[in-house]
């Protein structure tokens, strides 16, 4: 059980995270980069749908970075690279 020997606050948050990672990946399924028409149907301001899409879709931009570019990338390096292929994501969406 994912509960077990975490702290309620720890467990909690991990569970509104996998959350928010299920029904973004819905929602991003159903309308793709259209951003606008994702918040209207979750009901959200398009500003917080952008600052979930970029807290989940991170991740996967850091490791495709590093990916591409090997070992010879230092680790905040790609994250400063991903941060900015995901905010040139976002704003062509």
Do not use: C, W
């Amino acid at each position: 059980m994912l509960s077990e020997g975490l702290p309620y606050r720890v467990a909690r948050r991990e569970l509104l995270d996998e959350f928010e990672r299920i029904y973004l990946l819905a929602l991003l399924e159903k309308h793709g980069i259209d951003l606008r028409a994702a918040a209207r149907e979750a009901e959200l301001p398009i500003e917080e749908l952008t600052m979930l899409v970029r807290k989940h879709t991170r991740p996967y931009f850091i490791a495709r970075v590093q990916k591409f570019y090997s070992e010879k990338l230092r680790e905040e390096d790609a994250a400063r690279i991903a941060d900015e292929l995901l905010t040139m994501q976002l704003n062509a969406a």
